[in-house]
């Protein structure tokens, strides 16, 4: 299967009211303490585009780090696109997944919403996640998702788009020294 494939499906991918995939995703969908997650959430307009500029990867950003300040969750990860998100998120003790995205998502739709200037839904129902299982694992991950950019020709180099963990900016909110504890390797 094709790196693309396995974490960016369409069938797995879009979650809209009428997507008859939306419930399976939910089934055997299991949240472990202690264990990373990546998570891809995509806005509710496909066509929006402007999630990777200042005004609003900022928000998403900022409130990645009040997450882990806050021990909702540690960061594994992450990358800003157009009208998406990756996140690696490594659950505490505390919160389930659904808990801290359902956090991040509220926050994030509000701060965004009040920026456009409008109400409503921001963020599309539902969201993708992968539980990762070991090293090799997270390496592809963090591979595929630092390499999104650069997949959508959007930037050069991974290092090179403003809004990743793979941007030195960004890069020490991974938390490589929990990851180093928790990935099975």
Same mark, same amino acid.
């Given at each position: 299967?094709?790196?693309?494939?396995?974490?960016?499906?369409?069938?797995?991918?879009?979650?809209?009211?009428?997507?008859?995939? *939306?419930?399976?995703? =939910?089934?055997?969908?299991?949240? +472990?303490?202690?264990?990373?997650? &990546?998570?891809?959430?995509?806005?509710? %307009?496909?066509?929006?585009?402007?999630?990777?500029?200042?005004?609003?990867?900022?928000?998403?950003?900022?409130?990645?780090?009040?997450?882990?300040?806050?021990?909702?969750?540690?960061?594994?990860?992450?990358?800003?696109?157009?009208?998406?998100?990756?996140?690696?998120?490594?659950?505490?003790?505390?919160?389930?997944?659904?808990?801290?995205?359902?956090?991040?998502? *509220?926050?994030?739709? =509000?701060?965004?919403?009040?920026? +456009?200037?409008?109400?409503?839904? &921001?963020?599309?129902?539902?969201?993708? %996640?992968?539980?990762?299982?070991?090293?090799?694992?997270?390496?592809?991950?963090?591979?595929?998702?630092?390499?999104?950019?650069?997949?959508?020709?959007?930037?050069?180099?991974?290092?090179?788009?403003?809004?990743?963990?793979?941007?030195?900016?960004?890069?020490?909110?991974?938390?490589?020294?929990?990851?180093?504890?928790?990935?099975?390797?």
């Amino acid at each position: 299967m094709h790196l693309q494939d396995k974490y960016h499906s369409p069938t797995n991918y879009r979650l809209d009211d009428d997507h008859p995939g *939306r419930a399976a995703l =939910r089934k055997g969908r299991c949240s +472990l303490p202690n264990h990373a997650y &990546f998570v891809t959430k995509c806005t509710d %307009d496909p066509d929006f585009g402007l999630l990777a500029t200042s005004a609003y990867a900022t928000i998403i950003i900022g409130s990645l780090r009040w997450l882990v300040q806050s021990r909702y969750a540690r960061c594994c990860g992450f990358v800003v696109m157009p009208d998406h998100y990756h996140v690696g998120l490594g659950l505490l003790e505390t919160r389930t997944l659904s808990e801290v995205m359902a956090s991040l998502n *509220r926050f994030t739709s =509000r701060q965004i919403n009040a920026v +456009l200037k409008r109400k409503g839904r &921001f963020w599309e129902p539902g969201y993708y %996640d992968h539980a990762i299982r070991n090293r090799s694992d997270l390496d592809e991950v963090l591979a595929y998702m630092h390499e999104n950019p650069v997949s959508a020709g959007l930037a050069e180099r991974a290092e090179a788009w403003e809004y990743s963990t793979a941007n030195p900016k960004y890069a020490d909110m991974i938390d490589w020294e929990w990851l180093g504890h928790s990935i099975l390797w």
